[in-house]
């Protein structure tokens, strides 16, 4: 019966009920926004902000959100069948709080994407970035607190093989995100080729780097 409870629908409202208000009430909005949008709603931009993706109203206002719900019943899912499910004990706050910032992410490019339809005028580009950026400056912070898993968190053949090496890598990554990440913000407000290209050479460099780095750590531990 206890097991039952705690798995209860009510229970998990109750625990979750912010996870809830982010996923859904942007799909409120946009349901009463629904006879203002025009036919075709942006849904996807280019690096200078520029719309380059368009999709129908009934599938911009729905995807995201039921995407965003689909996304919150993967991860609550995926710790139950990881052969480390013990170990998202050890940092069961840490992947709460990751679980959120991506639902968060998620609505708030939906709302963009809808008010822009609209004739609001919102630097996009800007804003996109800017949250991408912040993304990673928010993970960073939190890598060192992920322990051993298959699911969540820099996984690569290495990391996944050693425990050691899972640690020592994202300790190394997380403050490597931080600082790119805070750089990543400031050359958001730039609308030039070059901070562009900086900006998306950073977002490279915070996925290419650590992997190389579990590689050799690997290696060095295991040599």
């Not at 719309?51 to 991860?75: E, H, Q, R, T």
């Not at 822009?116 to 993970?139: D, E, P």
Request: proline content about 4%.
């Amino acid at each position: 019966m206890n097991n039952k409870k705690n798995f209860s629908l009510r229970s998990l409202v109750k625990k979750e009920w912010y996870f809830f208000l982010v996923i859904f009430i942007p799909l409120l909005i946009g349901l009463v926004l629904y006879p203002q949008l025009p036919e075709k709603v942006p849904t996807h931009w280019n690096f200078y902000g520029q719309v380059d993706g368009w999709s129908n109203k009934n599938f911009a206002v729905w995807f995201f959100p039921l995407l965003n719900f689909a996304i919150y019943l993967l991860m609550m899912f995926l710790p139950l069948i990881d052969p480390k499910k013990k170990n998202y004990l050890r940092f069961q706050n840490a992947y709460k709080f990751i679980r959120f910032i991506i639902h968060c992410f998620f609505s708030l490019i939906y709302l963009v994407s809808l008010l822009s339809s609209l004739g609001l005028h919102l630097k996009v580009g800007i804003i996109v970035k800017i949250s991408v950026s912040c993304l990673f400056i928010l993970l960073g912070n939190l890598m060192g607190k992920v322990k051993h898993n298959y699911f969540v968190g820099i996984k690569t053949p290495w990391t996944l093989a050693s425990a050691e090496v899972w640690s020592k890598t994202h300790r190394f990554a997380a403050p490597l995100w931080v600082s790119l990440g805070i750089i990543g913000v400031l050359l958001s407000f730039i609308q030039a080729t070059w901070a562009n290209v900086l900006l998306l050479t950073s977002y490279i460099v915070m996925g290419t780097i650590p992997i190389i780095y579990s590689y050799l750590i690997y290696r060095k531990l295991h040599s």
